[in-house]
């Protein structure tokens, strides 16, 4: 640090979702970020990671269920999001289905979170990064996590391929809002400001109106089908 400077850090803001940090390393150790090496899928996608990139796996009393398909037809499962899957010999293309739940009282927001990745992978003659979308979420909420209610809240989502890989371009995304925990959903709107940014807007109803959180759900796709869908439950406060 140079003498002089100032230094701001952001520790547990919203919207924590599943992920691969940006900056991570050590990567060849410790398994991360997801690749595929010969007929194995090595996966590392960190459960929760907040905008500033800080990072941490499943805790204690968490409920956590990965699937991995192709097709219909389930090529393996674990109750852990980080693991090793098997891949088949030829190119194919794969879901890899993640869900997180936390219930603990001191755990206010993404208490339940899904995320489906669709890519298509084949045979390699070393190891090659897997083309995994994840979307950045940036919103201006308060130390609480929470937002205004009865007023218009824009903010602006980034989705991108997992660090690593240079990707083709994102074509589309489609974007939903919930207020009362997931029962019920309404598209809104959102539009493209170019490089995989789209800038999201939606109207907060009043309060009493609500769960007293907001819960939002994108689904994106790039140019080559790769593809997230992610549901984030109880992504935010209102207040």
């Known amino acids: 640090y140079r003498a002089g400077s100032k230094h701001d850090e952001a520790w547990f803001n919203q919207i924590q979702r599943p992920g691969i940090p940006v900056g991570l390393t050590?990567?060849?150790?410790?398994?991360a970020p997801a690749y595929r090496e010969g007929n194995e899928f090595v996966v590392r996608v960190f459960p929760y990671v907040d905008p500033g990139q800080h990072y941490a796996e499943t805790?204690?009393?968490?409920?956590?269920?990965t699937q991995l398909f192709q097709g219909d037809r389930l090529l393996a499962e674990s109750t852990y999001a980080i693991g090793t899957y098997p891949a088949l010999p030829g190119a194919a293309d794969y879901r890899l289905v993640s869900r997180q739940?936390?219930?603990?009282?001191?755990?206010t927001y993404s208490t339940d979170v899904t995320t489906a990745w669709t890519f298509r992978s084949a045979p390699a003659s070393e190891r090659k990064l897997l083309p995994l979308l994840q979307v950045e979420y940036n919103l201006d909420l308060d130390l609480l996590n929470r937002a205004p209610d009865d007023q218009i809240q824009a903010f602006i989502v980034d989705i991108g391929h997992q660090p690593?890989?240079?990707g083709p371009r994102i074509t589309s995304a489609d974007t939903w809002a919930s207020f009362d925990d997931g029962a019920t959903w309404q598209r809104i709107f959102n539009i493209s400001l170019g490089s995989g940014k789209r800038l999201v807007v939606l109207r907060h109803p009043e309060l009493a109106d609500t769960s007293g959180a907001v819960s939002l759900r994108i689904s994106a796709r790039d140019a080559a089908g790769n593809a997230i869908d992610q549901t984030i439950i109880r992504a935010y406060g209102l207040r």
């Open 59 to 65: 805790f204690g009393g968490d409920v956590a269920a």
């Open 26 to 31: 050590g990567w060849e150790d410790s398994g």
């Open 101 to 107: 739940q936390r219930s603990a009282p001191w755990w």
């Open 164 to 166: 690593g890989v240079d």
